[in-house]
């Protein structure tokens, strides 16, 4: 059994956690050591190690069989490890070779980054923490991250994996990603501040510094993972996605920014998939784009360049040019599939040189599949394409013990060229009987050289009418009928063409989600305004006006007085938000922001001064601006809300800090673990090193509100420090009379949610 993990701390900074530090720490020096000295059939297990060509040793890699893990007691419990730091967040276990894709995109914390086929997110995950890395304590990065996929149900999947991470600068959305909105502003359009949108808009258009097209696929590069697969693979299914693939790849060169970077990926080793996408997507670019050598980045993984020539296969004969390929197969097989792109005769010339009965050269008649005998011609000579791709990457399973991927890094030099009217017609020999929507297609991805030169940035957008027609568009469904494949998706490799919830036809009226514009599938993302509510919280908490709240909240529901949950927004999240209202909300967002704010419902939350406790989600972001509601406990104290959950105030070991809680405001409050000989009365100060957990103040009690395994998971972080720095830990010098006396039954005080309130070390932002 193989399998991948990336160690980070799934909190906002993930560079700088301190329970980073010591996952790497109890890897490298416990888990690492015992195996180390341990045997298991006959042979020494090397069940971890890190992958060396991940920077800052924060992937490693496991080799291990179920029968290894039954036998043998260390790895049994680093197994358990693996599950509990997994499902917390602070490791993300993924496929070792789809880590590759993100590290190439070079991502800076001000980039603007689209995953066009997110779903199931690891790869996102990996874009969040790239953006989050260098950001300080209580503050965001400038960039985000848009994460898509077409599925409504993988998008639910994407947005469980990356709630973890806890960001306010994620915008998930269901779209059709070869017809992703680009949000083009209208300058003439109605008045903005009838939508409460302030009418200097900082973006015209969506565009992105960075794009990750990790395009559906045939999958056959999973098939170490997924032996079945050998049951389930044919050659029509890498034929039958390659014009999807093309779509989806220029889709995404035209919403990049000139001077951005997009990589293309899959995880198939056809060269119809790969070579092939990249050769059209060149031809069709010209010199706006340029393949990228990446042959000096990552310099410890192993790789091997792209293919300049490749065949064919279809229907039992390999095709080693276009004009081999049988004139009833030519809407399946199109020219851009070959090397060089190109048919050998103008169509038209072509039907007039093969009349009714004529013999192809492979044999039999063309005009008939019944008559045609699959033969191959070996006179015809193999093409070679004239583009360089062998700066691409082909990632081998039996050279680093990985899958086997794809990679292409493509590079937007300038605006992108009108599509020539050739590139039309070719569209048209994909399907006869969608020849309209193939033209719409083809014009979508028209980025005319005539841009405003007097812009002040250097965004140079695509005079394109293509958005704005696909609102009104009914789906795709003919084309959705020659999408055999399923999005390329290492955890899921079973999934296969002829998938009922992809198939229209059998999936009843399910695609009827996907027309463009106004989306009535999810509830509405509305800016929330309430002064009232908003600063009731400020008092509250204490929060002052260096963390500005106004304008950068936002809810699900329009109906303020009925608000269950706030999130908060980063300004670069907002700008986008601001700009789908004014262009008539295209994007359809099924997830956005940093839960930071819900509703009590309890019995003593309808009696506070404020509505709204603080979500675990949103503690490290909000805990550097909170002066109220907070306290400071030292080590035993903490450790015995963990573990107990609810004390009540006579029963802290601590006194002073009993008393100080009983006199906190009735609702929600902060505990921060004490650090070293720090006095209860000093000013609580809060750096990357904090540790704090939400809890609730009750007539009687402090309740933690957090689930039962990461009050676990942190207990067993903070024994491991205390007994690393002070070679025992002093909670462990607890009297057992004094454990005893504080424990207590199960508070009825206050309504627990376990599922929605995860504890969180309060960090960097």
């Known amino acids: 059994m193989f399998c991948w993990m990336m160690v980070q701390d799934g909190l906002d900074d993930c560079s700088v956690s301190q329970f980073c530090a010591d996952i790497l720490s109890q890897l490298e020096n416990d888990f690492m050591k015992s195996l180390q000295t341990e045997a298991t059939d006959g042979g020494e297990v090397e069940a971890i190690r890190p992958l060396p060509w991940y920077p ?52 800076s914390p001000d980039h603007f980054v689209l995953d066009m086929c997110a779903a199931p997110g690891s790869k996102t995950f990996q874009l969040l923490e790239i953006i989050h890395r260098s950001t300080k304590p209580g503050t965001l990065p400038g960039g985000m991250v848009v994460a898509n996929d077409v599925d409504v149900k993988r998008c639910n999947l994407l947005i469980h994996q990356t709630k973890r991470m806890c960001t306010a600068n994620l915008i998930v959305t269901n779209h059709e990603a070869q017809h992703f909105p680009g949000c083009r502003l209208n300058k003439l359009s109605s008045d903005s501040s009838e939508i409460g949108v302030v009418k200097e808009q900082s973006m015209s258009q969506l565009m992105f510094d960075r794009v990750l097209c990790d395009v559906p696929c045939s999958g056959d590069g999973t098939l170490r993972k997924a032996p079945d697969i050998w049951r389930k693979w044919n050659v029509g299914m890498g034929n039958g996605i390659h014009c999807l693939q093309v779509q989806i790849a220029m889709r995404g060169i035209s919403l990049l920014k000139v001077g ?9 080793m056809n060269p119809v998939e790969n070579e092939a996408v990249v050769a059209e997507i060149l031809r069709r670019c010209g010199g706006s784009v340029e393949l990228v050598d990446v042959s000096c980045e990552l310099p410890q993984l192993v790789r091997r360049p792209g293919l300049k020539k490749w065949k064919v296969r279809d229907k039992g004969m390999w095709l080693a040019s276009y004009k081999d390929v049988p004139k009833f197969r030519r809407a399946g097989i199109v020219p851009s599939m070959f090397p060089s792109g190109q048919s050998a005769t103008d169509p038209t010339d072509n039907e007039q040189d093969v009349s009714l009965g004529e013999k192809h050269e492979n044999g039999g008649d063309v005009n008939s599949e019944n008559g045609f005998q699959p033969t191959e011609n070996p006179e015809t000579l193999e093409e070679v394409s004239d583009h360089p791709l062998q700066r691409c990457i082909r990632i081998v399973p039996h050279d680093q013990n990985t899958g086997a991927f794809f990679i292409a890094v493509l590079h937007k030099l300038s605006p992108l060229p009108a599509i020539q009217e050739k590139s039309v017609n070719l569209q048209r020999n994909l399907h006869s009987n969608n020849e309209e929507r193939s033209e719409k297609l083809s014009n979508e991805i028209i980025e005319s050289p005539n841009i405003n030169q007097e812009d002040d940035t250097d965004e140079k957008f695509p005079e394109t009418a293509s958005d704005t027609d696909l609102v009104e568009n009914e789906p795709d469904e003919t084309a959705s009928e020659h999408d055999p494949c399923q999005p390329c998706e290492e955890n899921k490799p079973e999934e296969v063409p002829g998938d009922r919830e992809n198939d229209p036809k059998k999936a009843g009226g399910k695609r009827k989600l996907q027309i463009q514009g106004k989306w009535k599938g999810v509830d509405p993302v509305v800016f929330f305004k309430d002064e009232a509510t908003i600063n009731s919280i400020k008092t509250f908490y204490g929060v002052g006006d260096s963390l500005v709240l106004n304008g950068q909240l936002v809810t699900r529901n329009s109906d303020s007085k009925h608000v269950k949950r706030i999130y908060y927004i980063s300004k670069s999240v907002k700008d986008v938000l601001e700009l789908n209202l004014l262009v008539g909300q295209q994007l359809k967002i099924t997830s956005v922001g940093l839960k930071m704010f819900e509703r009590q419902t309890s019995r003593e939350g309808t009696s506070t001064s404020c509505a709204f ?9 909000l805990l550097p601006y909170i002066t109220k509601q907070i306290l400071c406990a030292s080590p035993v104290d903490f450790k015995h809300l963990l573990q107990y959950k609810t004390i009540r105030y006579a029963d802290f070991v601590d006194a002073e800090f009993g008393e100080k809680a009983s006199k906190l405001m009735l609702g929600c409050c902060v505990v921060i673990l004490k650090k070293g000989t720090q006095a209860s009365v000093d000013p609580i100060q809060v750096d990357v090193s904090t540790i704090a957990i939400g809890c609730w103040k009750g007539r009687a009690s402090l309740t933690v509100m957090v689930t039962a395994i990461e009050c676990q998971e942190m207990q067993e972080r903070l024994l491991m420090r205390l007994e690393g720095v002070n070679g025992t830990s002093p909670v462990e010098n607890i009297s057992s009379d004094v454990a005893d006396e504080s424990k207590v039954e199960e508070s009825n005080d206050v309504e627990m949610n376990e599922e929605t309130e995860p504890v969180k070390m309060a960090t960097a932002g």
């Open 56 to 107: 800052e040793n924060l992937a490693w890699q496991s080799n291990y069989s179920r029968m290894q893990l039954r036998k043998n007691q260390t790895l049994e419990r680093f197994h358990e490890f693996l599950k509990q730091e997994n499902e917390i967040g602070n490791i993300t276990r993924q496929e070792a070779v789809s880590m590759v894709p993100p590290l190439f995109l070079d991502v």
């Open 260 to 268: 951005g970077r997009m990589v293309y990926s899959t995880c198939s």
């Open 613 to 621: 406790r603080i979500s675990s989600e949103g503690l490290p972001l």
